[in-house]
């Protein structure tokens, strides 16, 4: 019989010490037996029982005497730490000890990243929900600035479309080793894609933890949702296959309060991994649109200080005039949209607070454009006529793109519906990019792994 335990090192009077005793011990030693140390190659350490050596003590409780074993030795913190849990195979005449399973994989990626930041290699990374590629790019383009080099590694999106669009408009973000899956992400088999990431980014999808998307599909809380609610498991399926680095994640603000971010946290946590989270608004980051997201940055336990509070702001100055199109007076854009304005006036008797919000183009924010602006809703943005204040527009793709800081090249040749659709659902580009700059200028300077992990 085999018995698997536990055990964390002690110290006493200076000397670091394991300790062992009940039945658990009764598998491989009796009271009185004798017992030595041996250094395995594999870097673990076994007490094997012997002729000669430490003996193994006895403690009697109630009518049964229990051996014990308590060995204290410098080995215990010349290869690891006091206050370390080692995992203990207890077997006839042997105790194997060695460090979990996650804290070798820690140790996995910690290297992993450090070499490839020091020999100058090209980072790998993971792609979850990837959408139109926004996120993806902006952190690429945010990296290479710091002279970092990356590549997409691996890529998954729902959305055929998108999928082909990235393709067509990122394949520098590419190489011959990369998996593209056009699914969802609970198909995938992680295990059978992609041995490792250096990074792994994800914008899980919000339609069951924004507020529209709980009134809307009339959910109590976000795990409800029949396609969204389960996300958040595949996502840690991810890291836990993946095994990355860093960990890279952003979803609507209210997604801080679901139950979903509860388990990420405290799954990454116990994973190794240290977290920093914040709602950032693209409005601080050289961007016109206002849109707030949740952004987690994860970053392995053993490498250095990463903190999103150090990452510099840029505050946009720029007017929405500044980025518009020039569309024409007479232009079939400009609409009366007469439907909307009764809706709004019924909406206010009724308490809703539901409006259009009319735009002149003096303003230096604009509120979010969603995913399905094409459709002209209620409480979207809307430029005013400059001349007739009864006609408003919505905003262009390519205005689209420019109030989110969207490099258009990223949505040429899409239709304005998919560029709506696309860059709807992406995220603030300025602001990924200064993230991945700022992870780019850290991995530029010494990483410092954890010289217990490193012993391993």
């Not at 250094?39 to 193994?56: E, F, M, P, T, Y």
């Not at 997409?152 to 998996?179: V, Y």
């Not at 919000?357 to 409480?379: F, I, M």
């Amino acid at each position: 019989m085999n018995v698997l335990q536990f055990v964390k090192i002690g110290e006493h009077k200076g000397v670091s010490r394991v300790y062992f005793d009940g039945m658990r011990l009764a598998n491989a030693f009796a009271a009185g037996d004798f017992y030595r140390l041996r250094l395995n190659d594999s870097g673990s350490v076994s007490i094997v029982k012997a002729k000669q050596g430490r003996k193994v003590s006895r403690r009697k409780k109630g009518e049964r005497v229990n051996p014990v074993i308590d060995c204290r030795h410098s080995v215990w913190s010349s290869l690891f730490k006091v206050g370390d849990t080692l995992r203990a195979v207890i077997r006839a005449g042997e105790i194997i000890l060695s460090r979990p399973h996650q804290d070798k994989r820690q140790t996995e990626r910690e290297q992993r990243l450090t070499q490839k930041a020091q020999r100058g290699g090209k980072l790998s990374i993971a792609s979850l929900c990837s959408g139109a590629g926004v996120m993806d790019a902006a952190i690429i383009n945010g990296l290479s600035s710091a002279n970092v080099k990356s590549t997409i590694k691996l890529s998954i999106e729902r959305d055929g479309d998108l999928t082909d669009l990235t393709l067509a408009n990122q394949s520098d973000h590419f190489d011959r080793d990369t998996t593209v899956i056009h699914g969802n992400l609970e198909q995938v088999d992680f295990n059978h894609t992609h041995h490792h990431a250096d990074m792994l980014v994800a914008g899980l999808a919000c339609t069951g933890a924004s507020i529209a998307g709980r009134t809307k599909n009339k959910l109590q809380h976000a795990e409800q949702h029949d396609s969204a609610g389960a996300l958040f498991y595949y996502f840690l399926r991810a890291v836990d296959s993946l095994n990355p680095a860093i960990v890279l994640l952003e979803n609507v603000p209210s997604y801080e309060n679901t139950a979903s971010f509860a388990v990420i946290k405290t799954v990454l946590a116990n994973l190794g991994y240290r977290l920093s989270f914040q709602t950032m608004n693209g409005n601080d980051y050289n961007a016109i649109e206002g849109r707030e997201r949740l952004v987690m940055l994860a970053v392995s336990n053993g490498l250095g200080e990463v903190d999103l509070d150090a990452i510099p702001t840029t505050p946009n100055t720029r007017t929405i005039n500044d980025i518009k199109e020039r569309v024409d007076n007479d232009s079939q854009r400009w609409k009366h949209y007469d439907h909307l304005k009764q809706k709004a006036v019924r909406d206010k008797a009724a308490g809703k607070g539901f409006a259009r919000k009319l735009l002149t183009g003096e303003e230096t924010t604009a509120p979010t454009v969603r995913a399905g602006y094409q459709k002209a809703g209620s409480c979207d943005p809307y430029l005013v006529h400059p001349l007739d204040t009864n006609k408003s527009r919505l905003f262009t793709a390519i205005e689209h793109c420019r109030l989110k800081g969207i490099p258009s090249a990223l949505f040429a040749g899409a239709s304005e519906s998919l560029t709506h659709r696309g860059a709807g659902q992406s995220v603030i580009f300025p602001l990924f990019e200064t993230i991945g700059r700022y992870l780019g200028q850290w991995l530029q300077s010494p990483l410092q792994l954890n010289e217990n992990l490193t012993a391993a």
